[in-house]
Nanobody, 128 residues
Framework: QVQLVESGGGSVQAGGSLRLSCAAS????????MAWFRQAPGKEREGVAV???????SHADPVKDRFTISKDNAKNTLYLEMNSLKPEDTAMYYC??????????????????????WGQGTQVTVSS
């Protein structure tokens, strides 16, 4: 049973930084596609960043050049480094994973319903 546990959320002022972590356990194989999603109140869950088993990463336009997704395979941990935070980044942030490789999804890798495993979420609040 795959388990994902996020941590690192909190409250910061605009322009600040946070680093989210997602500890993964219970999966075998090396082809998992992993991602960060976020959901603000009243809005649909949206993809923030995706990383493949080979380390290739993609970032959504709203966070490009400010957020960086990475992973440490030895620690089975996924990260999201968030810099220059804006009030519009306020949301619950979720770690997601799927057994299928990212290349399998193509553009669907940005759709939350393609992922089979989810963490419980960690809240990020950015004040102006």
């Amino acid at each position: 049973q795959v388990q994902l546990v996020e941590s690192g959320g909190g409250s910061v002022q605009a322009g600040g930084s946070l680093r989210l972590s997602c500890a993964a356990s219970g999966y075998t194989g090396s082809n998992y596609c992993m991602a960060w999603f976020r959901q603000a109140p009243g809005k649909e869950r949206e993809g923030v960043a995706v990383i493949g088993s080979d380390g290739s990463a993609s970032h959504a336009d709203p966070v490009k050049d400010r957020f960086t997704i990475s992973k440490d395979n030895a620690k089975n941990t996924l990260y999201l480094e968030m810099n220059s935070l804006k009030p519009e980044d306020t949301a619950m942030y979720y770690c997601a994973a799927d057994r299928r490789p990212c290349w399998f999804f193509g553009p669907r890798r940005w759709y939350w319903y393609e992922y089979g495993y989810w963490g419980q979420g960690t809240q990020v609040t950015v004040s102006s």
